[in-house]
């Protein structure tokens, strides 16, 4: 028998039932020089919020403000040391709150 799982919630709404409580800095950073050098550019690709843009010199540009924190960027880097991975500091981050 199959579960029940609810009434389907549109991506919008999920969105308006997360809360991201911006620190002063970022919590992922990221090695310019390593990213030039990178072919395949995975973090783009797959981050979830499209947090990582391509940018004119060759490099990555991550704007952490709305990120879930998901590890995803970090796993998918085939670069050593291009990713810097770590939580949020003093409560700062992404709160999932229910709706």
């Known amino acids: 028998m199959r579960g029940e799982s609810g009434p389907e919630v549109a991506f919008e709404d999920r969105m308006a039932t997360t809360e991201f409580r911006v620190a002063p800095g970022a919590h992922i950073t990221i090695d310019g020089d390593t990213c030039r050098g990178c072919t395949t550019r995975e973090c783009i690709t797959a981050c979830p919020a499209n947090l990582f843009a391509p940018m ?3 490099g990555v540009l991550f704007s952490y ?3 879930f924190e998901c590890g995803t960027c970090y796993l998918v880097c085939n670069e050593k040391g ?3 991975w770590n939580y949020p500091v003093g409560g700062a981050g992404v709160a999932y709150r229910r709706s």
Do not use: K, P, S
């Open 56 to 58: 004119a010199d060759g």
């Open 82 to 84: 291009a990713i810097t």
């Open 65 to 67: 403000e709305q990120c």
